[in-house]
């Protein structure tokens, strides 16, 4: 298995940008190896609908057959390729593939985040800092770091306590330089202009 599948084709940040998808990949890391009626009943999907997203999965080159967890020839046991799969910003066209749901999805968080709902957490912070290149290096690999630390425990909890009920939750960190200038938001003056 590889450690790390760097993703790059179009065909597998398709694949990996759909949230049924993530679901199947992660509960494969947690368990391994399964079928599809065991994954549909563990993510709580039709199993029609997971053998559609088992097919694209490994089309992408993201999941494999394991033959020799099946119990005949006829019988398809699944397993992941990588621990981890990571897709580079500059890959072309991983913004309409991956950011456009993600940022449709940090919308919803950012509208239902301050509702007292005590069945999910949800949370949507946004800060402005002014650091030196150095410092905002610190700060990306700290982040990368907790985000790593907390992905490896809860797979690690999951396999140890398979029977209780985890939901899943989902972070996305953005980190860079803010051009003031060509912030998007159109209430400022356009480029060149000195009015004002």
Known sequence: MLETMEISDPDALRAIANPVRQRILMQLAVVGHARAADLAAA?????NSVSFHLRVLAKAGMITEAPEHARDKRDRVWTNVADTYSVKGDTPAAGEALLRPALRWTADVFAHGDRDDASARRQFVMTTLLMTKD???ALATEIAEVFDRWSERSLAASRETPDVRRDVY?????????????DGTGDGPAKGDTSG
């Open 43 to 47: 993510i709580g999907q039709p199993a």
């Open 135 to 137: 410092e905002a290096d």
């Open 170 to 182: 989902q972070m996305l960190s953005v980190l860079g330089p803010r051009d003031d200038a060509s």
